[in-house]
Nanobody, 125 residues
Framework: QVQLVESGGGLVQPGGSLRLSCAAP????????MGWFRQAPGKEREGVSC????????SYTDSVKGRFTISRDNAKNTVYLQMNSLKPEDTGVYYC??????????????????WGQGTQVTVSS
């Protein structure tokens, strides 16, 4: 069974940085595309960034381009999201998700089969 465990969330001031981690022990990690999603109160869950299996190509939603960086370490079965220049509108619960198959990642929640429990990110002064 695939388990995803996020960590690294917290409270940060505007302009600050956080690095989220998602550990995925016990499965063939490099066979999965990985995505980060977030959900603010009263809003739908949205795709933030993803990284493909195979070639490691990445995708970002427009609002985080140039500020967030996704990466993966296949040896550690871990995907990261480095978040810089954080804004209050980045506040939400951040979820890690896994999509099996050697194919390009997508930012649609419908494409992902496994989900973590989420980690809270709050950007506030």
């Amino acid at each position: 069974q695939v388990q995803l465990v996020e960590s690294g969330g917290g409270l940060v001031q505007p302009g600050g940085s956080l690095r989220l981690s998602c550990a995925a022990p016990g499965f063939t990690f490099n066979y999965y595309s990985m995505g980060w999603f977030r959900q603010a109160p009263g809003k739908e869950r949205e795709g933030v960034s993803c990284i493909s299996s195979g070639d490691g190509s990445t995708s970002y939603t427009d609002s985080v381009k140039g500020r967030f960086t996704i990466s993966r370490d296949n040896a550690k079965n871990t995907v990261y999201l480095q978040m810089n220049s954080l804004k209050p509108e980045d506040t939400g619960v951040y979820y890690c998700a896994a999509r099996p198959g050697l194919r390009r990642c997508l930012l649609s929640t419908l494409e992902y089969e496994y989900w973590g429990q989420g980690t809270q990110v709050t950007v506030s002064s």
